[in-house]
C-alpha cells in the first residue's frame, strides 16, 4: 500500500515545520493534515491494541498533553508506504534510532519519541479511517478492503 498514517506528538509539536520538510524531503507526500487536541477516550481507543502493557496509562496521557498533527501520507509509486515511513522515523527509542532519523532528530527519550507511524498496511487503514474521513482524503475503503482514491 503507497499510504500511511502519521501522528507529530504534543512534545515534538514544536518543530512542526522541520519534521514536516524532512517528511516531504523523505519522499512523502501530505494528502491530509489537522492538528487537534485529541480526548483520553480517543487516544485509548486509539492504542488499544497496548491496554495490557503498564505503560498503558501514562502513554496516553501524554498524547493529550497539547494538540497534535495527524497526517494521511502518501508515496508516489510507493509500496510498504508504512514500513518505508517507518525507516525514516528510526527506533521506537530515540537512543537507539540511527543519526538523520525523525526520532533521533526530534525525539527526547522512549515517552517522548516525538512522532508515530503506522506498523503495517492493515494498521494504516484503521488509523487513517480512525482520524479521517473519506471526504478528508479524497480517499474510501473499497469493497475489497483497499484504499482508493475518490478523486
Ligand atoms: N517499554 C516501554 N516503556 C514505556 N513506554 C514505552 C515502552 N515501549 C514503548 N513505549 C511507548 O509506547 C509507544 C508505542 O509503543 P510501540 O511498541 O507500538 O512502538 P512504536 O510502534 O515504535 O511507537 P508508536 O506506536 O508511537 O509509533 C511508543 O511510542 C513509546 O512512547
Request: aromatic share 10%; net charge negative.
Amino acid at each position: 500500500m503507497n499510504l500511511t498514517f502519521s501522528l507529530i506528538k504534543p512534545s515534538a509539536m514544536n518543530h512542526c515545520e522541520e519534521i514536516l520538510m524532512a517528511i516531504k524531503t523523505g519522499g512523502f507526500s501530505i494528502l491530509a493534515m489537522k492538528s487537534q487536541n485529541l480526548t483520553l477516550s480517543q487516544v485509548k481507543k486509539f492504542y488499544k491494541e497496548h491496554a495490557e502493557r503498564s505503560f498503558f496509562e501514562p502513554m496516553c496521557e501524554r498524547l493529550t498533553l497539547g494538540p497534535v498533527l495527524l497526517m494521511a501520507l502518501y508515496e508516489q509509486n510507493g509500496k510498504d508506504t508504512p514500513l518505508q515511513f517507518r525507516a525514516l522515523l528510526g527506533a521506537t527509542n530515540p537512543k537507539d534510532a540511527a543519526p538523520g532519523t525523525l526520532r533521533k532528530r526530534f525525539g527526547i527519550d522512549l515517552d517522548f519519541n516525538a512522532i508515530h507511524g503506522s506498523d503495517s498496511d492493515i494498521s494504516a487503514i484503521r488509523e487513517l479511517s480512525f482520524f479521517f474521513s473519506g471526504m478528508e482524503t479524497g480517499l474510501i475503503l473499497s469493497n475489497s478492503h483497499e484504499l482508493e482514491l475518490l478523486y
